[in-house]
């Protein structure tokens, strides 16, 4: 049976999603390479997958839509996930090793897609088939055009079905208070390829599924080295915001900073199949230069622009105790619904992908349930209406207060300590500066700058 398009749960949790993620990420930016169609067609989003149950509520959100979910069905083994997957329509998609009657499963699982087609609904499945950790699109599976065309031959080839990438690129996978770029790639007319198809099926789900790949891959991020994939990555975080700079970015755009990072990712990855010697001998400048950043605890930033006035740090930090009293109140009530989905989450899973999804969704249910019982308090211990009114309001206002308050003094700490480690190892940052621009140097010349 066809699942409804909306639910009162189903659009509780969107909503919750969204006031959510604008407390978790620091930045979260939805790229469109055009409009989707207003007339609400049938659709398949097609997207990559890293960050667990994180990446269908960001698609779930994203755009004008309220799509139904297809993801791995060993995700369901969790009981205390499994509720909550289904009751925001997320449907298992079986493999082979989820038992011997796999096929008979997803074909409910593909009829149900297919009747959401042709109810013109929608709905995100993750092509790759499983999550990964690393920044490479992995090859997609054919499920997604399968389903597209089974439903194409159900309705003569008159349906209007349109499979629409969309890639999610998280800026870190564990952390709070990170960047999150979701874009939506042009859509692609499975009618299109109908000729094709009746044609030839396999060959045209391989194109389909290849073309869907292609532009996926221009979406997200996509380190194709695998020897220098360490080293890669580390080099992507070292020269920002630089590489911005050279190349005429506006770093307010997460886009254009993706792909920013791609043409530098694209130009190394042809210096290592040219030059392999002369790139392997760059990744190893590369970690070292990571490494000795990691072993004295301090970021690339404060090599490229380092802190140098202990005054300015003082004179922050009083105009910091201004506030103080409310960094302590949001401090203090909201520590406990902050550290249980935290500490939670590292108890259920050992995969650290899972981290952010149960830290997220864990803190929507947590943090209004501890409001609450303070408003309550509020509302015995005052009675006053107003007064519980103002409380209630405030504790949200306090929470996102003193998590930011929190990172702004850990910042200024950072940068103490940065001043009192280069009073007394000057020769060491030195040297990490040296390190830095020959590393700067020869990007210029893998980039021809």
Partial sequence: MVQPKKTPIYLALRTCVSIASFFFFKKKEVHFAEPLPKDKKPMIFVGNHQCTFMDPMQIGIGGNYSPSFM???????????????????????????????????????FNNAIEQLEANLQFVIFGEGSHSS???????????????????????????????????????????????????????????????????????????????????????????????????????????????????VDSSSLFACKNAD?????????YEQNQAEAMDAFAQRIDAYSNQLEQINFRNKFIINPPTSRLSIVLQLLLMMLFLPIYIIGGITGYLPYIIPVK???????????????????????????????????????GSGLSTLLIALFLPFSWWFAFRYFMAGKKLWHQW?????????????????????????????????
């Fill in 262 to 270: 791609q043409k530098m990712i694209d130009a190394l990855y042809d």
């Fill in 71 to 109: 993801t791995r069905a060993d995700a369901f083994n969790n009981p205390f996930l499994r509720k909550f997957m289904f009751a925001i329509r997320l449907s298992p998609i079986y493999r082979l090793n989820d038992g011997p009657d796999f096929i008979e499963k997803n074909e409910l699982v």
């Fill in 417 to 449: 300590r940065f001043i009192n480690f280069n009073h007394k190892n000057a020769t060491v940052i030195e040297d990490l500066k040296a390190q830095y621009n020959a590393i700067i140097n020869e990007v210029k010349t893998v980039l021809n700058l």
């Fill in 134 to 248: 690393e920044r490479r699109l992995r090859l997609l599976k054919k499920g997604f055009a399968r389903i597209g065309f089974d439903a194409l031959e159900r309705n003569n080839g008159t349906l209007d079905v349109q499979v629409v990438p969309v890639g999610v690129e998280y800026w870190d996978f564990v952390k709070m208070h990170q960047n999150l770029l979701v874009s939506y790639g042009k859509p692609i007319a499975l009618k299109d390829y109908w000729e094709d198809y009746q044609e030839n099926q396999k060959k045209t789900l391989i194109t389909v599924k290849n073309l869907v790949y292609d532009r996926l891959k221009e979406l997200v991020i996509h380190i194709t080295s695998k020897k220098h994939y360490t080293s890669v990555e580390n080099l992507r975080l070292i020269v920002r915001p630089w590489l911005y700079e050279q190349m005429g």
């Fill in 344 to 382: 939670l989450g590292r108890k259920l899973f050992k995969d650290k992908m899972f981290y952010s999804s149960v830290g997220m969704t864990g803190g929507m249910v947590v943090f209004p349930v501890f409001w609450l019982v303070y408003t309550l308090l509020a509302l015995l211990i005052t």
